[in-house]
C-alpha cells in the first residue's frame, strides 16, 4: 500500500466516522417515528458553534463541551415537542417539510445568535501529526475515530442491555403493540430527538478542530450523514456506520484521485448506486430495524 492510498484512506476514515454519527442521529429518529429528520444536521452545528463560543466566553473546555451536547440535546428535544408531536399522524411528506421548516429557523437562529462566521477549536492533544508508514494523522483524527467507536459500543450496549433500549427497540418494529404492552412510545420518541441531538452535537464539537464550523455546515454534514444512512439501510444503526464509512473513503479517494472538485458529489451518485441495486440499504431489512 503506498503511502498516498493509505492517506486517503486515513482522511475516508475520520470524515466517514463524523458522517457515521450523523447518520446515525437519522437512524434513531426514523427507528422511533418513521420520521426523516432533515434537520439534523443542525444539530452538528450548534454543537459546534455552541463550542466555539463558550470557550471563547472563558470556559475550560472540560465544561464547554457538555454544555454544547446539552444544548443541543434541549433542542431536539424542543423539536419533537413544538414541531413534530403536534403533528403525529400527518403524512411523512408534511412531517418531512417541518424538518426542513425547522432546519432553516435553527440556521438562521444561530446566525443572530452567534454570527455567520469560520470558527474553530484547538484540537485534543496538539497539533503535532503522527507518521504512519509514510502517511501522516493527527491526533484529533484519532480521536474522532476512538469516540465514534467508544459511541457505537455504548449504543449497541444501550440497545441490548437496558430497559429503555429495548422499549425503542420494540417501538420501531411496532409502535402499536409496544403501546399496547405499556411502552410510553411518546416517550420513546422524545428520548430519540434527545440522543440525535446528542450525537450532532458530538460530531461537530469532533469535526469542528478539523474542519472548522459556521452557521451554515449543517446542510452539507447533514446531508452526507443522510446518504450514509441510507447506504447502510435507513433504520439500521450499524449500516449507518457502514455507510458513513463507505462516503467517507470513496469521498477522499476520489479527492485524491481525480479532483475535489467532485467529492460532494459522491454520496449522492453512491445512493443512487445502492437505491437501484439493494433499495433497502447494504444492511437494511425490509421488516424493521436491523442492528
Request: hydrophobic content about 60%; aromatic content about 8%.
Amino acid at each position: 500500500m503506498t503511502a498516498a492510498l493509505l492517506q486517503y484512506l486515513i482522511s475516508g476514515v475520520t470524515i466517514g466516522a463524523i458522517y457515521a454519527l450523523v447518520g446515525l442521529g437519522f437512524s434513531i429518529i426514523y427507528n422511533a417515528s418513521k420520521v426523516i429528520n432533515f434537520a439534523q444536521g443542525e444539530f452538528v452545528m450548534i454543537g459546534g458553534m455552541a463550542a466555539v463560543f463558550l470557550v471563547a466566553d472563558g470556559l475550560p473546555m472540560v465544561a464547554a463541551l457538555p454544555l454544547a451536547v446539552l444544548l443541543a440535546v434541549l433542542v431536539g428535544i424542543g423539536l419533537e415537542r413544538v414541531a413534530i408531536a403536534p403533528a403525529r399522524g400527518a403524512s411523512v411528506v408534511t412531517l418531512i417539510i417541518i424538518t426542513i421548516g425547522a432546519s432553516i429557523l435553527l440556521r438562521g437562529t444561530a446566525q443572530l445568535v452567534w454570527d455567520r462566521n469560520f470558527h474553530t477549536l484547538p484540537g485534543i492533544g496538539g497539533g503535532m501529526p503522527i507518521e504512519v508508514l509514510g502517511a501522516t494523522i493527527l491526533p484529533q483524527a484519532v480521536l474522532v475515530i476512538c469516540a465514534t467507536m467508544a459511541i457505537v459500543a455504548a449504543l449497541f450496549w444501550f440497545f441490548k442491555a437496558t430497559r429503555t433500549g429495548q422499549a425503542m427497540l420494540a417501538t420501531s418494529y411496532d409502535p402499536t403493540a409496544a403501546l399496547l404492552v405499556g411502552i410510553d412510545t411518546r416517550r420513546v420518541l422524545t428520548l430519540a430527538f434527545a440522543l440525535a441531538g446528542g450525537l450532532g452535537a458530538i460530531a461537530g464539537i469532533l469535526i469542528t478542530p478539523i474542519g472548522m464550523t459556521y452557521a451554515g455546515v449543517g446542510v452539507m454534514l447533514g446531508l452526507k450523514g443522510f446518504s450514509a444512512a441510507m447506504v447502510g439501510g435507513l433504520g439500521s444503526p450499524m449500516g449507518a456506520i457502514a455507510g458513513g464509512l463507505v462516503v467517507g473513503i470513496a469521498e477522499a479517494l476520489t479527492a485524491g484521485y481525480l479532483s475535489s472538485a467532485y467529492k460532494d458529489a459522491v454520496a449522492f451518485v453512491i445512493i443512487l448506486l445502492v437505491l437501484v441495486t439493494r433499495p433497502s440499504g447494504l444492511f437494511g431489512r425490509r421488516d424493521g430495524i436491523s442492528l
